[in-house]
């Protein structure tokens, strides 16, 4: 008899009504995010434009001050002065060159190098050697 006075068991949904609420909750969310980002990346770019303007108004600037100080010069008749910044300049420039032409030789030299090694590997394995990386070293 105790078994039949039990109530029937009926089955109670915890998980299904939730997704629902938390799939809109991660919805708006997720376009909330999303309309950060695009501020976020508009106002990144605004100061980037900024960044620009400012380099470009500073280049300008040192552009027009060289040019005041050489027409200062030419005017006082100081162009001994101005000769010998320009060759200042020019052997600045002549250094740089040398050492950026020095560095795209070593830059080949490893580059050959590697060539020739790669080469002598790929002969050594088709000869059939074994471990051919390790015998050229």
Not at 65 to 83: D, F, H, I
Request: charged fraction near 30%.
């Amino acid at each position: 008899m105790p078994e039949e006075q039990q109530a029937p068991v009926t089955p109670v949904e915890t998980g299904a009504p939730q997704p629902v609420a938390e799939s809109l909750d991660l919805a708006a969310q997720l376009e909330a995010l999303r309309a950060k980002n695009q501020e976020l990346i508009a106002e990144r770019r605004k100061d980037r434009e900024n960044r620009e303007n400012l380099q470009k108004q500073l280049e300008e600037i040192r552009i027009a001050q060289e040019q005041a100080k050489t027409a200062k010069l030419a005017e006082s008749g100081e162009y001994k002065t101005l000769w010998e910044e320009a060759q200042n300049t020019v052997a600045e420039l002549k250094q740089q060159l040398a050492a950026k032409e020095a560095e795209v030789d070593q830059i080949r030299q490893g580059f050959t190098q590697e060539q020739v090694k790669s080469a002598a590997i790929a002969q050594l394995s088709q000869a059939g050697a074994l471990a051919p990386d390790q015998q050229i070293s």
